[in-house]
T-cell receptor, first 114, second 114 residues
Framework: GENVEQHPSTLSVQEGDSAVIKCTYS??????FPWYKQELGKRPQLIID?????GEKKDQRIAVTLNKTAKHFSLHITETQPEDSAVYFC?????????????FGKGTMLLVSP | DVKVTQSSRYLVKRTGEKVFLECVQD?????MFWYRQDPGLGLRLIYF???????EKGDIPEGYSVSREKKERFSLILESASTNQTSMYLC?????????????FGPGTRLTVT
């Protein structure tokens, strides 16, 4: 089955700095890669996703890049703010429809200091 | 707004008890999932369902069962609770769609087995 490795497990940055979280996956058939953010005491929520036919996707201060050859993808957050502090999970899926499951990484706790 | 609710936020049960965790979604989603979340281990899939009365094992089904008698409701059952099942349990739902495979999570149930 799919295996998703996520690094680092914790990341501390100063407000305004950039943060990068990296994930690798094992199943070359995986084609959908979402990122979820979970604030303390809250439920995980999708923040951005990318499909395997796209190399990069941006949404304001967040971006995701995908390297299919190397089987890794990364989340980039620019101009970090204290409200970006949360646990971030990457995931991978083989689904070409909604009938598929996600395999999650173990999570990265991002701490943004004012 | 998609709403996924879980029957309890906190639950304390004794070893050997039968435990029911309920999840309800109000968006007519076909797919529903149960995960457990443990520190340092991320989100691990226990069971999922693509339709009423249909269930599939996830990555860690041992010690659990599920029931889906109605489309909007997906129940997780611990037949005989054990201390190693102390965890945060998260339910999620999604619908197969061309443009989004977003999973919507419930608020979680923190189960303690003593």
């Amino acid at each position: 089955g799919e295996n998703v490795e996520q690094h680092p497990s914790t990341l501390s940055v100063q407000e305004g700095d950039s943060a990068v979280i990296k994930c690798t996956y094992s199943d070359s058939a995986s084609n959908y890669f979402p990122w979820y953010k979970q604030e303390l005491g809250k439920r995980p929520q999708l923040i951005i996703d990318i499909r395997s036919n796209v190399g990069e996707k941006k949404d304001q201060r967040i971006a995701v890049t995908l390297n299919k050859t190397a089987k890794h993808f990364s989340l980039h957050i620019t101009e970090t703010q204290p409200e970006d502090s949360a646990v971030y999970f990457c995931a991978a899926s083989r689904g070409n429809s909604g009938y598929s499951t996600l395999t999650f990484g173990k999570g990265t706790m991002l701490l943004v200091s004012p | 707004d998609v709403k996924v609710t879980q029957s309890s936020r906190y639950l304390v049960k004794r070893t050997g008890e039968k435990v029911f965790l309920e999840c309800v979604q109000d968006m007519d989603h076909e797919n529903m999932f149960w995960y457990r979340q443990d520190p340092g281990l991320g989100l691990r899939l226990i069971y999922f369902s693509y339709d009423v009365k249909m269930k599939e094992k996830g990555d860690i089904p041992e010690g659990y069962s599920v029931s889906r008698e109605k489309k909007e409701r997906f129940s997780l059952i611990l037949e005989s609770a054990s201390t190693n099942q102390t965890s945060m349990y998260l339910c999620a739902s999604t619908t197969p769609a061309e443009d989004s495979y977003e999973q919507y999570f419930g608020p979680g149930t923190r189960l303690t087995v003593t």
